[in-house]
């Protein structure tokens, strides 16, 4: 059974930086798709950064993080990673991990939420000051 665990929530200042971690266990994270999502309050999930298998290795970004976050991942810890950094007051929300493990997936698309099939349980970044 594919488990997805998520580092604890966060509370930072504007033009803060905080680290997201994502944990796995019943599948190793370099095989599949994998992407980060965020949910703000009274609106709907959103797509923020996703990496594909590594046998493509290609990452994609929503145009607001650009140049602000960087996603990873670490196969000896079979964990995803995401680094943000410049954060700001819109970055608030609940922030979910997620895996694609349809038959075939390699490349990952960031916006597609529907399409990803295990969820981590979600964690809090409130970026106020």
């Known amino acids: 059974q594919v488990q997805l665990v998520e580092s604890g929530g966060d509370l930072v200042q504007p033009g803060g930086s905080l680290r997201r971690s994502c944990t796995a266990s019943?599948?190793?994270?370099?095989?599949?798709?994998i992407g980060w999502f965020r949910q703000a309050p009274g609106k709907e999930r959103e797509g923020v950064s996703c990496?594909?298998?590594?046998?493509?290795?290609?990452?994609q970004y929503a145009d607001s993080v650009k140049g602000r976050f960087t996603i990873s991942r670490d196969t000896d810890k079979n964990t995803l990673y995401l680094q943000m950094n410049n954060l700001n007051p819109e970055d608030t929300g609940v922030y979910y991990c997620?895996?694609?493990?349809?038959?075939?997936?390699?490349?990952?698309?960031?916006?597609?939420?529907?399409?990803?099939?295990?969820w981590g349980q979600g964690t809090q970044v409130t970026v106020s000051s």
């Open positions: 019943g599948l190793a994270l370099a095989s599949k798709p």
């Open positions: 990496i594909s298998a590594a046998s493509d290795g290609s990452v």
């Open positions: 997620a895996a694609d493990v349809n038959p075939g997936a390699i490349t990952c698309i960031y916006n597609a939420p529907v399409i990803y099939d295990y």
